[in-house]
């Protein structure tokens, strides 16, 4: 079985690979030394490097106290999460499982190998404890693919031991910085071996000649940008270019959430369908800017991919919900099994739902989801609006869907307590989120009005959102009580929860006519 660990650490070079005396670092009493140990890894990627153009790293590596498959996803800068698996000769499936959404159907293939010699050497505490582990590496690397060349380089990194405090790496980079130790150019070996062993193009070859002639980095652009995209430092330009960052950066969630939701991470669920609502939103409330013939058919799949991640999602916002409503009962109101029931019933439905979702994310249909938005994000159906100013265009179109969601707020206060306002409230506030997600496309262009309308639909999702829950939270707690019934139990308990939720169904809808007229009173757009 795989296991993670946080790895928190800082890479340097130096003209000269010897040592400061790090005793000198506050807070070190000692430095002990560990002795060298030969490393020879062998870093796997698709023929594109689509591993390392998201600086993830796969290797399997011999030597040392951690031989094995090694799995590495970047957090922060200097921060990664390192997925271990057992030594094998081939990949581990819960491996190759985690990078899927990168790697699609690509073939994962060795492509750099790195021999190191690692002299380590650990920095003791007064008592004895690890603070953190310096290591100097000598290190070969050769490229496997392409006819690439061969590098060596000397680099030092410094890891923080497990729970120990990250300003620690401040003092010990301030020590080595006055002995002319400056930070590493490279992220990581595997960066620097692969910019450093680049094979360079045939003489007669179209990439030498591409190359042959590329201008001198001081001479002036070639071409101008073209007017749809951004400028060469990723800044949006027009409305397409504000619309089309938006749909990256969720294109971008959908890849990089999939391994923390196949680990079940807290709250990666969510954030997954959090991402593919607001893309569908974002194809429907900017269909000025591009076209629906297009994007229509990847709605209809993110629709899909919604309503399963949904499955799960929506059962453990219940679980919780009620979880916390039992944990406030008095205990005489407090019959039966409950807790046990509402444990059960949770674990159950979370264990088939996730194993469910995870099928889902290995299907043909999600993999080529994935590949059909790149297809889109590099070959934008861009409509005549896309190249206008973003201003009037994105406030356009968050102006239009606020009148919508304005007509479906005031039809439901109409309507009187019941089920038929419950479902007018819940598509309020679905349109809500329409609303907020096109608000957020605009705040990079619109600045504080788009950020006002991002706060008050915010609010307003919050106050529906509660709402939708307790009428979801009723319907379950009917359900469970069916089933204590039948089994001969009290069913008291549930239907003191079951008056606590409809309680909080009429405080929210009491609170809501205030609440929207306050907001569309101040509404910007």
Do not use: N
């Not at 094998?88 to 990168?102: K, M, Q």
Request: aromatic share 4%; hydrophobic share 40%; proline share 6%.
């Amino acid at each position: 079985m795989a296991d993670t660990k946080r790895e928190i650490e800082r890479k340097y070079e130096s003209d000269d690979a010897a040592l400061p005396d790090l005793t000198r670092v506050p807070g070190v009493a000692s430095v002990r030394g560990r002795g060298v140990t030969h490393l020879d890894a062998t870093y796997h990627d698709t023929a594109d490097q689509r591993l390392a153009a998201s600086s993830v790293t796969l290797r399997r590596r011999t030597g040392g106290a951690d031989a094995g498959w090694h799995l590495k996803f970047p957090v922060a800068p200097g921060v990664r999460d390192e997925i271990r698996a057992p030594l094998s000769d081939t990949l581990p499936d819960e491996l190759a499982a985690l990078v899927r959404s990168r790697v699609r159907d690509r073939e994962l293939r060795p492509v750099v190998r790195l021999r190191s010699d690692r002299d380590v050497r650990h920095l003791l505490d007064d008592q004895d404890r690890l603070l953190a582990e310096v290591s100097v590496d000598t290190v070969h690397a050769e490229r496997l693919t392409g006819g690439g060349g061969e590098a060596r380089w000397t680099e030092i990194e410094v890891e923080l031991a497990d729970d120990g405090d990250p300003a620690f790496l401040d003092k010990v980079e301030k020590r080595l910085r006055k002995a002319g130790v400056r930070p590493s150019s490279s992220s990581s070996k595997l960066a620097r071996a692969l910019a450093e062993t680049e094979p360079a193009p045939a003489a007669g070859s179209p990439a030498h000649q591409a190359a042959a002639r590329t201008p001198p980095a001081t001479a002036p652009e070639a071409a101008p940008r073209h007017k749809h995209r951004p400028r060469p430092d990723g800044t949006p330009v027009t409305a397409g270019d504000h619309v089309l960052a938006y749909v990256r950066a969720q294109r971008d969630a959908l890849v990089e959430l999939d391994p923390a939701v196949r680990q079940d991470v807290p709250d990666a669920v969510h954030r997954m369908r959090v991402a593919t609502r607001r893309l569908r939103s974002t194809f429907r409330s900017f269909r000025a800017v591009l076209d629906r013939a297009d994007t229509d058919p990847v709605a209809a799949d993110l629709k899909w991919l919604a309503a399963e991640l949904g499955k799960d999602r929506d059962q453990e916002v219940l679980a919780e919900r009620l979880t916390q409503a039992l944990g406030r009962l008095p205990a005489d109101q407090v019959t039966g099994p409950v807790a046990e029931r509402l444990a059960a019933w949770s674990e159950a439905r979370h264990k088939g739902a996730h194993h469910e979702l995870v099928a889902i994310l290995d299907s043909r249909r999600h993999l080529a989801l994935l590949d059909t938005l790149d297809a889109l994000l590099e070959g934008p159906p861009l409509r005549k609006k896309a190249a206008a100013r973003p201003d009037k265009v994105l406030a356009k179109a968050v102006a239009k869907d606020f009148r919508k969601l304005a007509g479906l707020v005031e039809h439901a206060l109409e309507l009187p307590p019941g089920t038929e306002r419950d479902t007018a409230l819940h598509e309020a506030r679905k349109k809500t989120k329409r609303t907020r997600y096109a608000a957020e496309t605009a705040v990079p262009a619109l600045g504080g009005p788009a950020e006002e309308a991002v706060r008050d639909m915010k609010a307003l999702q919050g106050l529906l959102g509660d709402h939708q829950d307790s009428v979801m939270a009723r319907r379950t707690l009917r359900e469970l009580a069916a089933v204590a019934h039948a089994a001969g139990e009290s069913d008291f308990t549930y239907g003191v929860l079951h008056a606590g939720e409809a309680h909080r169904a009429r405080v929210a809808e009491e609170a809501l006519p205030e609440a929207w007229s306050s907001i569309s009173r101040a509404f910007p757009f």
